[in-house]
């Protein structure tokens, strides 16, 4: 056990058990895997990537690009770091080789997300962080201080004093002030990812496995007036030969396990530094009861830390360097000099200077300078609404971060004296042994190799390399491969810069980002008022858009073919009712409603009286149809505009942005009123009776209320419309009323019918009618690419009106084009087959037989059906000059065989129309 | 202990030379605008199908390292207009020789894809998609749930998900390589050949006359030029407003991300639009994936989170083994739309600048293919029969080919 008396923030009296690699170990809360495995002398967690050598703990926290494991229970999930892995009792861990591995079950925890506003966004609690958020709080100001460690503190955990305090506890009392505060939120164990424009930026809370049936983790999506970056810095390796070896160990690392989690990372420590902050930590291993040997890289060595170094027998060297490591698993020994002499050590710290963590900043784009007196790259330049304080701007001593994060009334800290920092990127030595990223087993001789082939950019070298791409991105190797690139060229390390940084800032679990959006949530399930009775009737559902529409409802033992079959000969021969709620509706109101209208549609909507209600087909600006529906106007300033179900929201859309964008001197204003009518067709010979039993005081006589007009009534005092609008060449009504009043009134609509065995139908019985009358589904029948005139709805385009939307594209030479695809039928010669839609229409060979690709395609089958009315399956097609070819017989591949079937006009049933008006 | 090195985590070694880092010379018989993958898929079959070697690739940052560094590597052909289909097919068709042409490990792997359908008008669209494909001789298959599950076993196929999944059409050639090394790889076969590739200079003008260009104006100064070929994709609509001429191209970010490295769980690659997510997993055994473009133009290379969210949301619906996966990198490309989502490529009203633009989604998989035809595009001063359908006056005549209008599956 390395476990140290009187150090470490975790709580002695309780001992947690725990599987790693099989075997079982205890620790205590507070601990997390890497300090637990290395209590009890575990230095080697699993194997790297490419080469399969040992890997183990050789950073304090996220930037560790070492230590990786797998955990087995109480969930499996990949690639975790141990650093960053809370001991729970019961854990099952293991080592990895570099891949993690996924559950082969769906994740049950919950995620949440939520919404978060804030004036100020304190990120890092450490000494910046925890002054800032203090400022701001006393400022009154609402705050929300972010800390992805679970306790705060940052590297206040050891020996330092602040106000002349011990460092835990002025951060103690911060603490108690800030949760004192009123607009105060404090958040440890949240990890503050990626920051994007306008101050928002995501925060992931980590709240523990079935947390009493809690989120396990909240993604935090924080709008904040100004954030404040107090993420610190990161320390940065020294690169050497067989550095990669389990037992070196970045300085700050070792003493952050000593001070968090009471772990004596080692008992005979060599410190290999060209940095003063690596003093502190031999200096604290030594106090806990290690023997330490400090090497300093610079030819000039601090004076009060040797002096205070000297008082604990703690030898200085300066002007040598660490050159290699021996050992197996462990590093036994450093290879110390020109001379290679060994020291014999069970744990080698490094440091080579510190990097800014800086990544909050760079992701909105804030630029990195090199700082040569820093040794770093740090923030350079103004961001707006961003301010970076302390050590991730470069500040690192603490009496100037404190001043630099609270300003007049900060805290103090005792002067420092800094000994200028060495530039040390990596001593001499063989560079295919010296591992630059860890995690990617890459070296010296890789990025040489790179530079050898020509490469100068940064990014080359990441890629060719791979040097920064592993679970860590680059955390510790970044700078230091844009060091090494720079001295292999020859160049100054500025001139490279270094890669870019990007969210998320340590990785985020995929379900965290998902949310509640899962399943049912993932996008919301539209019903209409009266799916309940269409659950009741055993109607199979299909989804269009967001909504769940009736397909069929198949009576017992019936399958689809057959419902829809009985249903089609119901409507034709007596009346069949059916839920048409799903239609989007808009409301279009203002003194210029006709205007817009007319600008939108093909056809002129101006005109229309009210009273009326007229087709309508709307275009893009390539003149191809995108919507269509029926337009009522409700008053001289008011009309009533209905689309197809999928395409509400599209339509209103591009309502509104011609409004907004184009016209926006047109007084008029568009709301979407889809969720609060709704609408049933009552179709077939016998609707007018059915519809005239129910409102008693309509006249429904032809005479008194025409095809193509409306009416407003009431039933019981509830306002309803009625309407002759037909999608079936039926003598059809459709009936509206507002949501609350629908289920009432499909009940009564369906008690009034029952004497004519009135039959529900659904989306697929529509089709089929409505293709037996050659009416187009837009988005079925069209794809993009057909005109109004390939519909064969020319008479839907105004010739008179100046101009519409789409307009100007009829008059391209391709829209004119004889062999533009048109829409027509198609009836298999055979009489029998039922063409699979989506086949695609080819010339009849006169052997019947489908010649060797390529082979030229004709059109493709939109619509197919089983016709009740005509004894036989149909379809509709789109083909090359398909009105001109009637009476042709094509070829349809289906499988291996060459279905023929005869083009036609697209008017099957009734082609003179004469069932519309009963 | 566990095993040591894991299966496809090793990557190939590199060749040990890739390309010079010349001065430019005053004057190239052909000017290449841009050094992304189409820019070096041109300048090698310049030298190597027509021996056009005279060429300057002009860079404005590092190489390759535009939408050809940010993309996510899908390779297909299954496209539905027999105009695509070509272009997409003949550029299959060099995948499949591309690693020996070039000499260099660009880890094609032929691992199919699946575009699954979840709507009854999805599956109207992908029966149609398969039927034209295999007309053109294109590899398509349409594949019920079960044999979805059979290629994929991690595809939730099971009722329980918002939007189930009716069934897939299916690609077998299709596949992903590397793109970085795809692109080093031209490049070095452009450099062999006398090709000069040159980093860190941005094209900022044109110096004309008559209907004619004669020189590239450059941050590292003027070049003369015979033929200027403009690969700069969404850059290009800046590059030809120089010239006078407007070209109707949209740029939106369009983000992709990676998690960490996964043992194989993922055999193949899945698309859906309705549950919007594209899916693959790499050789060192990442997921790669993206979704759709973010809706506001711009050229800056991030874009918003909310639609990774909805991405991740989307991947755990489909894969509900990803959820413990880890996002960890996410970047965005600029992706350059068209009205019709095809790209724009061919003649420009100046006689001697020709355009290969507007890819879209589409760039990437097109690499080679548009390489070679706009190569003996540019060799031969008229278009390749296979790029004809693209020319820019399309937009004045009507005769687009709409993509995405016409169920054609993005990306």
Redesign the interface.
């Known amino acids: 056990m390395s476990r140290v008396d009187g150090y470490g923030r975790i709580d002695r009296t309780r001992t947690l058990a725990f599987t790693f690699?099989g075997v079982g170990y205890t620790a205590h809360p507070g601990d997390t895997l890497a300090s637990a495995l290395l209590a009890h002398g575990v230095t080697t967690l699993?194997?790297s990537?490419?080469?399969?050598r040992p890997r183990g703990v050789m950073g304090a926290w996220t930037e560790d690009p070492g230590g990786l494991v797998q955990i087995e229970e109480p969930?499996?999930?990949?690639?975790l770091l141990a650093t960053t892995v809370d001991v729970v009792d019961g854990l099952v861990a293991?080592?990895?080789?570099?891949?993690?591995?996924?559950?082969?079950?769906?994740?049950t925890?919950r995620y949440d997300?939520r919404h978060v506003h804030c004036d100020v966004l304190v990120v890092g609690a450490g000494p910046a962080g925890l002054v800032a958020a203090r400022t701001a709080a006393r400022a009154g100001l609402d705050v929300v201080l972010v800390d992805d460690r679970p306790t705060p503190g940052g590297t206040l955990t050891g020996t330092e004093t602040v106000d002349g305090r011990p460092a835990p506890e002025w951060v103690d009392a911060v603490v108690a002030e800030l949760a004192a505060a009123p607009h105060v939120t404090h958040l440890q164990a949240t990890t503050a990812f990626?920051h994007?424009d306008d101050g928002?930026v995501?925060a992931l809370e980590r709240r523990g496995e079935g947390s009493d049936g809690g989120a396990r983790a909240r993604?935090h999506?924080i709008r904040a007036g100004r954030v404040v970056v107090a993420a610190g810095a990161i320390e940065r390796p020294i690169v050497f030969e067989d550095d990669d070896r389990p037992g070196v160990m970045l300085a700050s690392a070792a003493r952050d396990l000593l001070h968090r989690h009471g772990v004596l990372a080692g008992r005979e420590v060599v410190v290999f530094t060209v940095d003063d902050s690596a003093y502190a930590a031999a200096l604290d291993l030594r106090q806990a009861g290690a023997s330490v040997r400090v090497l300093d890289g610079r030819s000039e060595v601090p004076p009060g830390w040797t002096r205070r170094c000297a008082e604990l027998d703690v030898p200085v060297e300066a002007g040598t360097d660490v050159r290699g490591t021996l050992g197996s698993d462990r590093v036994r020994a450093a290879l110390v000099g020109e001379s290679r002499r060994e020291v014999p050590c069970d744990l080698l710290l490094v440091s080579g200077g510190w990097n800014p963590t800086a990544h909050l900043f760079s992701?909105v784009?804030g630029p990195l300078r090199w700082d040569p007196e820093l040794v770093a790259f740090r923030p350079a330049g103004e961001l707006p609404r961003t301010t970076v304080v302390g050590a991730a701007n470069g500040t690192y001593a603490l009496a100037d971060v404190l001043r630099e994060a609270g300003g007049e009334d900060a805290p103090t800290a005792p002067p420092e004296e800094i000994t200028p920092r060495g530039m040390l990127w990596r001593t001499a030595g063989d560079p295919a042994r010296q591992f630059v990223d860890i995690a990617r087993d890459a070296t010296v001789a890789d990025i040489a190799?790179?530079v050898?082939?020509?490469?100068?950019?940064v990014?080359?070298v990441k890629?060719?390399t791979?040097i920064g791409?592993?679970?860590d991105?680059g955390k510790t190797s970044g700078v230091l491969a844009s060091g090494v690139t720079a001295e292999l060229l020859g160049r100054p390390v500025e001139s490279l810069g270094t890669t870019?940084f990007?969210?998320?800032f340590t990785?985020?679990?995929?379900?965290a980002?998902?949310?509640r959006?899962?399943?049912?949530?993932?996008?919301p399930?539209r019903t209409t008022a009266v799916h309940a009775w269409h659950v009741a009737a055993g109607a199979v559902f299909?989804?269009?858009g967001q909504w769940k529409r009736a397909r069929h409802y198949p009576a017992p033992g019936e399958d689809m073919a057959a419902a829809v079959l009985r249903e089609c000969a119901a409507v034709r021969g007596s009346v069949g009712i059916m839920d048409g709620s799903t239609l989007g509706k808009i409301d279009v109101r203002g003194p210029d409603a006709g205007v817009l209208l007319d600008h939108l549609y093909t056809n002129l909507m101006s005109t229309l009286k009210v009273g009326r209600v007229r087709y309508g087909v709307m275009c893009g600006?390539?003149?191809?149809v995108f919507d269509d529906g029926t337009v009522l106007r409700l008053a001289e300033d008011r009309f009533l505009v209905t689309t197809t179900t999928g395409n509400a929201a599209h339509v209103l859309d591009w309502m509104e942005e011609w409004l907004q964008t184009e016209w926006p001197h047109l007084r008029v204003r568009l709301t979407s009123v889809t969720e609060q009518w709704s609408i049933f067709a009552v179709a077939g010979p016998r609707s007018r009776d059915v519809v005239g039993r129910v409102f008693g005081d309509v006249d429904v006589s032809n005479d008194a209320f025409g095809f193509m007009t409306w009416q407003d009534t009431t039933l019981d005092g509830v306002p309803v419309r009625l309407a002759r609008i037909s999608f079936s060449g039926e003598l059809a009504f459709e009936v509206s009323v507002d949501a609350w009043h629908a289920p009432d009134l499909w009940a009564r609509l369906v008690a009034a019918g029952a004497e004519d065995g009135i039959t529900p139908y659904g989306t697929e019985t529509m089709h089929v009618l409505r293709a037996e009358k050659g009416y187009p589904i837009i988005?079925?029948d069209t794809?993009?690419?057909v005109t109004p005139h390939d519909l064969g709805m020319s008479w839907a385009v105004s010739k008179k009106k100046p101009d519409f939307v789409g307009k100007r594209?009829f008059a391209?030479?391709?829209?004119t084009d004889p062999q533009r695809k048109q829409l027509v039928s198609l009836l298999p010669t055979d009489a029998t087959t039922t063409l699979?839609?989506?086949?695609?229409i080819?010339a009849l060979p006169d052997d019947g037989r489908l010649p060797?690709?390529?082979?030229p395609?004709l059109g493709?089958v939109?619509s197919s059906y089983r016709s009740a009315a005509l004894g036989r399956p149909f379809a509709l097609a789109l083909v090359a000059g398909g009105r001109d070819r009637v009476g042709e017989v094509v070829g349809i591949?289906v499988g291996d065989m060459l279905i023929a079937a005869q083009i036609g006009g697209t008017v099957l049933v009734d082609p003179e129309g004469a069932r519309r008006d009963g | 202990m566990n095993s040591p090195v894991p299966p496809g985590a090793a990557l190939p070694d590199h060749p040990d030379f890739l390309w010079r880092t010349p001065e430019p010379k005053p004057s190239y018989d052909v000017v290449i605008v841009g050094g992304g993958g189409h820019g070096l898929a041109t300048a090698h079959y310049l030298a190597q199908n027509h021996g056009i070697t005279n060429v300057a690739v002009l860079e404005r940052g590092w190489l390759a390292g535009g939408n050809m560094a940010r993309n996510t590597t899908l390779i297909r052909s299954n496209y539905l207009w027999d105009e695509s289909a070509a272009i997409y097919e003949h550029s299959l068709k060099l995948w499949e020789g591309l690693e020996d042409d070039l000499g260099y490990p660009i880890l094609f792997s032929q691992r199919g894809v699946l575009n699954l359908a979840h709507t009854e008008q999805d599956v109207r669209d992908s029966v149609r998609r398969v039927e034209a494909n295999r007309l053109n001789g294109i590899d398509a298959e349409w594949l019920g749930p079960d044999e979805v599950a059979k290629i994929c076993p991690i595809v939730n196929v099971s009722d329980d998900i918002r939007y189930p999944v009716q069934g897939a059409t299916y690609q077998p050639r299709a596949g992903i390589a590397k793109h970085d090394y795809v692109a080093w790889g031209f490049a070095r076969r452009a450099d062999e050949a006398g090709i000069d590739i040159i980093q860190d200079c941005e094209v900022t003008d044109f110096v004309v006359d008559g209907d004619r260009v004669t020189t590239v104006r450059t941050s590292r100064g003027d070049i003369a030029c015979g033929t200027v070929a403009l690969c700069a994709a969404g850059h290009t609509s800046v590059l030809l407003d120089r010239l006078g001429v407007r070209t109707p191209l949209q740029s939106h970010p369009l983000q992709a991300l990676v998690s960490e490295l996964l043992e194989p769980v993922h055999p193949t690659i899945v698309m859906s639009n309705a549950v919007h997510v594209y899916v693959s997993q790499a050789h060192k055994g990442e997921l790669v994936m993206g979704a759709g473009v973010d809706g506001y133009n711009g050229y800056g290379q991030r874009g918003a989170f909310h639609v990774i969210e909805r991405q991740m949301a989307a991947a755990v619906e489909l894969f509900p083994v990803f959820a413990r996966a880890h996002l960890l990198r996410s970047w965005a490309g600029i992706v350059d739309v068209t009205p019709d989502a095809s790209p724009i490529v061919g003649h420009t009203p100046y006689a001697n600048v020709l355009v290969n633009a507007g890819w879209g989604t589409g760039g990437f998989k097109a690499t080679p293919g548009i390489g070679w035809a706009f190569a003996d595009t540019v060799a031969h001063g008229r278009p390749h029969p296979l790029v004809a359908p693209f020319a820019l006056d399309r937009f004045v005549t009507g005769a687009l080919v709409d993509e995405h209008g016409a169920a054609g599956v993005a990306h």
């Open positions: 690699d699993g194997t990537i490419r080469l399969g969930f499996p999930e990949p690639m293991r080592g990895v080789a570099g891949q993690g591995r996924l559950a082969e079950v769906a994740d925890a997300h990626g994007y928002f995501l993604d999506r992701h784009g190799r790179a050898g082939a020509g490469m100068t950019s990014e080359h890629r060719y791979t791409t592993a679970h991105q870019t990007r969210p998320p990785p985020v679990p995929f379900a980002l998902a949310g959006d899962r399943g049912d949530l993932f996008d399930v299909e989804d269009v600006n390539d003149g191809m988005g079925q794809d993009g690419t594209s391209r030479p391709v829209a699979p839609e989506g086949s695609q080819v060797p690709p390529p082979v395609m493709h939109t591949p």
